[in-house]
């Protein structure tokens, strides 16, 4: 494992999430796409919200790609990233490689990759290879399990088994969401994150039920007990809603007295 302590163990981060459907900014509810909530029509607008309270990255999802397993959202995105000046990290369709260039030529900073991650785990090392720190392979979870094709299918892969593929192949880091808790404001599944950030050697940012400062608090504790390797959060519902103010939550996560 790397070497970690207060001089190397960077904080951790907050970064708010964006959620496309029909080009408006929504969220879901343990990723049905029947079950959403709109919370802008101008993701772009929104984009430049977050940005102006501190957001060190934007976190993005085309759901419609997700879904379709191509882009669809491809100009809004690119419109995005054209305005900000914080890096954005997307997923949601990235399917193939010229996908996923075509991405990082527009702006992206990091391309998620998760349904062919999960099914082709040699593809996504080989694509970590050609384009280091670049890729984040997205795992997606329900009671452990890997889902894939936007949530739609559960594997019987476990989560760690599939992130331990991924150790020392270049990728930037594991982006693991619950499905059960995400958009339910009920809390991240530490216990699950916990277990992930501890088995593998790669930076993990927790997605899904992020819901109230206590639970800021309780993953903050947890980025201690996994010795750095849980990187941060990502919120949606939470922070739209106003259950959680973002740069009070921020400062929390990131070891800063609020």
């Known amino acids: 494992m790397r070497a970690t302590g207060p001089e190397t163990t960077p904080r951790p981060i907050l970064i708010p999430a964006i959620d496309l459907k029909q ?16 919370y802008s029509d101008d993701p772009v607008a929104m984009a430049l919200h977050w940005q102006s309270l501190g957001a060190p990255r934007l976190h993005v999802v085309d759901l419609d790609g997700a879904f379709a397993g191509r882009p669809v959202n491809r100009d809004l995105i690119a419109r995005i990233c054209a305005e900000l000046t914080i890096p954005v990290q997307l997923g949601g369709g990235i399917r193939d490689r010229a996908t996923f260039e075509a991405y990082l030529e527009a702006g992206v900073r990091w391309g998620i990759v998760g349904t062919r991650a999960a099914r082709e785990p040699d593809w996504a090392i080989e694509l970590a290879a050609s384009f280091p720190d670049r890729l984040l392979v997205g795992i997606d979870a329900r009671e452990g399990r890997v889902a894939t094709e936007g949530w739609a299918d559960t594997t019987t892969l476990t989560a760690v088994d599939l992130a331990r593929r991924f150790e020392g192949a270049g990728c930037a880091g594991i982006v693991y969401t619950d499905i059960e808790r995400d958009g ?35 993953l903050a504790a947890a980025v201690l007990e996994c010795r750095g390797r849980l990187a941060g959060a990502i919120s949606g519902r939470a922070l739209y809603e106003g259950a959680l103010d973002y740069s009070a939550a921020s400062r929390l996560l990131s070891g800063e007295t609020v």
Do not use: F, H, W
């Open 23 to 38: 080009g408006r900014c929504v969220r879901l509810r343990q990723g049905r796409m029947e079950d959403s909530t709109v």
């Open 184 to 218: 339910m404001l009920v809390g991240v599944n530490l216990a699950e994150t916990i277990a992930l950030a501890e088995a593998i050697d790669l930076p993990v940012y927790a997605s899904g039920g992020l819901a109230s400062i206590d639970g800021v608090k309780a």
